[in-house]
């Protein structure tokens, strides 16, 4: 059984925790990452799973140190900032898809200058 994209999960009995984002599992590196990324609370988003659910699941890159979500001022676009790169956040569904939390604004011109990635739009 895949995981499903937005699913926040850890292996019984271990400490990494997972993001499984376009149908890869990624390494979530940090305390301060997952908060970056879902809030305060995001412990009570995870789920905990099997070794072989897991491996049910294409293994992606772990996610950056300090990856975050990101929003120009005055601009409706949400990213998710990681590995150097923008992805656009295709909606409010996939927002919640995802349980992403509030994303840090920004100066639109600091955005604007990210290198893009791909469209996170399921």
């Avoid at 149908?23 to 995001?42: E, M, R």
């Avoid at 979500?69 to 998710?80: D, E, H, K, R, T």
């Amino acid at each position: 059984m895949a995981l499903a994209n937005g699913s926040l999960v850890r292996v019984r009995n271990t400490t990494p925790v997972y993001l499984v984002i376009l149908g890869q599992y990624c390494h979530v590196p940090s305390q301060q990452t997952a908060q970056n990324l879902f809030g305060a609370n995001w412990g009570n988003l995870v789920n905990t799973i099997t070794q072989g659910t897991l491996n049910s699941t294409l293994q992606g890159v772990s996610f950056t140190s300090g990856a975050c979500l990101v929003q120009g001022q005055g601009s409706p676009a949400q990213y998710l900032y990681t590995w150097g790169l923008k992805f656009l956040i295709a909606g409010p569904p996939i927002l919640t898809t995802y349980n992403f939390t509030t994303p840090f604004l920004m100066s639109p011109q600091v955005v604007e200058a990210m290198p893009q990635g791909f469209v996170i739009a399921e």
